[in-house]
């Protein structure tokens, strides 16, 4: 009676413990599932993030860039009306 009674509680524990693997892996899934989409939704959030840094950046050294490059050109333009009044000159 007692191998029956052992092999029983043994019996019970083995079906115990196959349908805590079966909801632990229905439940570990959805987790799973759960936290890959909010992982997801963070990475956008961040990609956002850096993309509006990254722009604001760009946009300050593009305006720096235009503003160095009138500079120049304003340079150019003095240095090519200079050298056209000494031509000038010197061709009278």
């Known amino acids: 009676m007692t191998d029956l009674l052992q092999v029983t509680a043994l019996a019970g524990a083995a079906i115990a413990l196959a349908g805590g693997f079966a909801l632990g892996t229905l439940f570990g899934r959805k987790l799973v599932a759960?936290?890959?989409?909010?992982?997801?939704?963070?990475?956008?959030?961040?990609?956002?993030?850096?993309?509006?840094?990254?722009?604001?950046a760009v946009?300050?050294?593009?305006?720096?860039?235009?503003?160095?490059?009138?500079?120049?050109?304003?340079?150019?333009?003095a240095a090519i009306h200079s050298s056209a009044g000494a031509t000038a000159t010197a061709a009278k």
């Not at 759960?34 to 604001?56: N, P, W, Y």
């Not at 860039?65 to 340079?75: C, G, I, M, P, R």
């Open 34 to 56: 759960d936290l890959a989409t909010m992982v997801h939704a963070l990475d956008s959030r961040l990609g956002s993030v850096e993309s509006a840094v990254h722009g604001a």
């Open 59 to 77: 946009s300050a050294q593009h305006t720096a860039a235009l503003e160095h490059h009138a500079q120049a050109t304003e340079k150019l333009a």
